[in-house]
């Protein structure tokens, strides 16, 4: 399986999604098509794999960041932008992992149920920063008021009442907070999309801090307000000319 999810990985660059084959990766592997189908039931199955896989290992770079932030002390607004930063720098390293799980959605494919876990990863992360800031006090949100019933899911609910964010409709305060979890999911894929798809070429002086800018101008509406010029110059001595792009 590790063979077979490496020659994926490998065709999935050379092809994309829509041009991945079970009979290329035989071919690569230098099996006959129809072993490969003892390992997967078929091309679908396959690109299920490798959805899972990289909703896991973007999840992992979250939690991973995550983690190291709050070990640093970093307060829960600061916690978002070293994620946020993560991701971005999980993009631009596996360019065609973050297009399977975050573009263009591949004509005829539905992913299953099994790859929910794996795609909370990154949701969950951004949650638990949101109650973090609620529960220090520091969430103080600038967007705008809104009754939250009828805006997300009741799975959404579930869910975050399980990470301890919301669940209580009466606690408008938090519950509308879960529901701006939104707003941090959305604009992480987007400035993470636009940079990556050359949107903002010829546009930024400096990519890495025009991207810290965009996270940090959508979380001060949901109540996360990041020390730019702080950690800018907290860092200033680390960053080198090769980050400017």
């Given at each position: 399986?590790?063979?077979?999810?490496?020659?994926?990985?490998?065709?999935?660059?050379?092809?994309?999604?829509?041009?991945?084959?079970?009979?290329?990766?035989?071919?690569?592997?230098?099996?006959?098509?129809s072993a490969v189908y003892r390992?997967?039931?078929?091309?679908?199955?396959?690109?299920?794999?490798?959805?899972?896989?990289?909703?896991?290992?973007?999840?992992?770079?979250?939690?991973?960041?995550?983690?190291?932030?709050?070990?640093?002390?970093?307060?829960?607004?600061?916690?978002?932008?070293?994620?946020?930063?993560?991701?971005?720098?999980?993009?631009?390293?596996?360019?065609?992992?973050?297009?399977?799980?975050?573009?263009?959605?591949?004509?005829?494919?539905?992913?299953?149920?099994?790859?929910?876990?794996?795609?909370?990863?990154?949701?969950?992360?951004?949650?638990?920063?949101?109650?973090?800031?609620?529960?220090?006090?520091?969430?103080?949100?600038?967007?705008?008021?809104?009754?939250?019933?009828?805006?997300?899911?009741?799975?959404?609910?579930?869910?975050?009442?399980?990470?301890?964010?919301?669940?209580?409709?009466?606690?408008?305060?938090?519950?509308?907070?879960?529901?701006?979890?939104?707003?941090?999911?959305?604009?992480?894929?987007?400035?993470?999309?636009?940079?990556?798809?050359?949107?903002?070429?010829?546009?930024?002086?400096?990519?890495?801090?025009?991207?810290?800018?965009?996270?940090?101008?959508?979380?001060?509406?949901?109540?996360?307000?990041?020390?730019?010029?702080?950690?800018?110059?907290?860092?200033?001595?680390?960053?080198?000319?090769?980050?400017?792009?």
């Amino acid at each position: 399986m590790r063979d077979l999810l490496a020659a994926a990985r490998a065709r999935l660059a050379q092809d994309g999604a829509t041009g991945l084959s079970l009979r290329a990766v035989a071919r690569d592997l230098g099996l006959a098509s129809s072993a490969v189908y003892r390992y997967v039931p078929s091309r679908d199955a396959l690109l299920t794999l490798l959805v899972s896989e990289s909703y896991d290992a973007v999840g992992r770079v979250c939690e991973d960041a995550a983690a190291a932030s709050r070990a640093a002390g970093h307060a829960p607004a600061r916690r978002w932008l070293e994620v946020a930063r993560a991701v971005r720098a999980w993009a631009l390293a596996d360019r065609h992992a973050y297009e399977l799980i975050y573009g263009t959605p591949l004509p005829g494919y539905v992913a299953p149920r099994d790859t929910v876990a794996p795609a909370l990863r990154v949701w969950a992360v951004l949650v638990d920063v949101l109650v973090d800031a609620a529960a220090d006090g520091s969430l103080r949100p600038t967007g705008p008021d809104f009754d939250p019933a009828g805006v997300v899911t009741p799975g959404v609910h579930a869910f975050g009442a399980e990470r301890g964010g919301w669940g209580d409709a009466a606690d408008l305060a938090r519950h509308r907070a879960g529901v701006r979890s939104l707003t941090l999911f959305s604009s992480l894929l987007g400035a993470v999309s636009a940079d990556l798809f050359g949107h903002l070429r010829g546009v930024h002086e400096d990519a890495e801090r025009a991207f810290d800018v965009t996270v940090a101008t959508a979380a001060a509406g949901v109540g996360l307000h990041v020390d730019l010029a702080g950690t800018w110059a907290e860092q200033g001595a680390t960053r080198r000319p090769t980050d400017r792009s």
